[in-house]
Structures are given as structure tokens and as C-alpha cells.
T-cell receptor, first 118, second 117 residues
């Protein structure tokens, strides 16, 4: 079975601090995809990144960076110099395993709520 | 471009009542999905569709039915609502995935908050 664990339920930081959101996944598949989504207070989820299991290069996009380590089954997300607008719930997700329909299943973690205080 | 829209935004039902949630997308996406979001549990896939006229079960399909008569619309029905179906429902869409899998970026609607008394 596939599983995504986001052990940090809630994190509170002060603006300009760096913060890392942890994501640990479980799958026996060799081919899989990992995602991060952001859910701001407005409610709808916004895609941030997708990474496949064969690409372990870290990625940086502005203040956001992602660290993918297959050895520890982790796909952590770091926000540098956090801002109040970063306050949201962040979800990690895994596309792996197969449903009865023969398609890979998408499993979400339970989310981490980030509060950035001014 | 409206993206993915959902109606209604809020709804309160009594146990046993039925209702239909409507999802529409204007991005010409092949795939559409219905999720439910419950506190502390992330999103769980209810049903999905890989094209007009086709639907399939996700992780938690019981108590729900879906239809995709038009490519741009995906309907979620509750025939006899139960309090356990109190949740926030999200619709999403994506373009064709690799080998038909659900691997691509998904675009989400704003959600429907449903309460069943």
C-alpha cells in the first residue's frame, strides 16, 4: 500500500524565517511521482511541483526549494525567508500503486498548516 | 478562463436527501476527479473520469455516483446522504497522463462544503 506521512501538523514561524516541511512516503514501486500542493485560506489547492522517481535533483524556484532523497523516502519542501502570504496548508502527494482500474493511485498526506506571523 | 468551477459552494442536507454537485472546466482536460477532504486526513479520491462517457472508482466511492456526459462537466451525486458524508468536496481536472495514469498536475476547483444533518 502507498502511504504519505506529513508528521508536522502545524508549524508557526515569524516572517523571514526559513521553514522546512517534511514529507515521507512509502511505496514498493520503482516508478512513481511526488507532488506538493498549497491550499491557501481561500480553499482551492494550487500545484507547486511534480517530481518523478528517476529524477533526484533538487529543485529551486524563487524562495521555494525541494529536496528529494530516495534513500530516506523523503521529499521535503523548504521556504526561505518566509512571508505572511506563505500561510497555508501544504500537501504532499504520491502517485504510485495501482487501483482496481489498473491506473496508478494518487495518495495525499494529511497536510501541514504553516502560519507565518508578521 | 474560469478554470475549474464548482456549484454550489455550500449546502446543508438532511439525512436521506439527495443532491448533485456540478463541476465544470474550460481547459479541455481529459481527466476529471472528485475528492473529499476531511480534517486530518488530506484528500481522498472518490471517483474519476479519463474521458467523456467513462468513470471509475477511486479510494472511497461508496455512497456516491458520478457521470461525465460532456467532456467539460463532471457530476457527483449523493442518492441518500448520510452524516458521514459531511465534508468538503473538491473537483479537479488534468490533461492526459503518462500511460493513462493520474500523474499530471491537477487543477482544483474552490470546493463545496457539504453538511449532512
Amino acid at each position: 500500500a502507498q502511504k504519505v506521512t506529513q508528521a508536522q501538523t502545524e508549524i508557526s514561524v515569524v516572517e523571514k524565517e526559513d521553514v522546512t516541511l517534511d514529507c515521507v512516503y512509502e511505496t514498493r514501486d520503482t516508478t512513481y511521482y511526488l507532488f506538493w500542493y498549497k491550499q491557501p485560506p481561500s480553499g482551492e489547492l494550487v500545484f507547486l511541483i511534480r517530481r518523478n522517481s528517476f529524477d533526484e535533483q533538487n529543485e529551486i524556484s524563487g524562495r521555494y526549494s525541494w529536496n528529494f532523497q530516495k534513500s530516506t523516502s523523503s521529499f521535503n519542501f523548504t521556504i526561505t525567508a518566509s512571508q505572511v502570504v506563505d500561510s497555508a496548508v501544504y500537501f504532499c502527494a504520491l502517485s504510485a500503486g495501482y487501483m482496481d482500474t489498473g491506473r496508478r493511485a494518487l495518495t495525499f498526506g494529511s497536510g501541514t498548516r504553516l502560519q507565518v506571523q508578521p | 478562463n474560469a478554470g475549474v468551477t464548482q456549484t454550489p459552494k455550500f449546502r446543508v442536507l438532511k439525512t436521506g436527501q439527495s443532491m448533485t454537485l456540478l463541476c465544470a472546466q474550460d481547459m479541455n482536460h481529459e481527466y476529471m476527479y472528485w475528492y473529499r477532504q476531511d480534517p486530518g486526513m488530506g484528500l481522498r479520491l472518490i471517483h474519476y473520469s479519463v474521458g467523456e462517457g467513462t468513470t471509475a472508482k477511486g479510494e472511497v466511492p461508496d455512497g456516491y455516483n458520478v457521470s461525465r456526459l460532456k467532456k467539460q462537466n463532471f457530476l457527483l451525486g449523493l442518492e441518500s446522504a448520510a452524516p458521514s458524508q459531511t465534508s468538503v468536496y473538491f473537483c479537479a481536472s488534468s490533461y492526459l497522463g503518462t500511460s493513462g495514469n493520474l500523474d499530471n498536475e491537477q487543477f482544483f476547483g474552490p470546493g463545496t462544503r457539504l453538511t449532512v444533518l
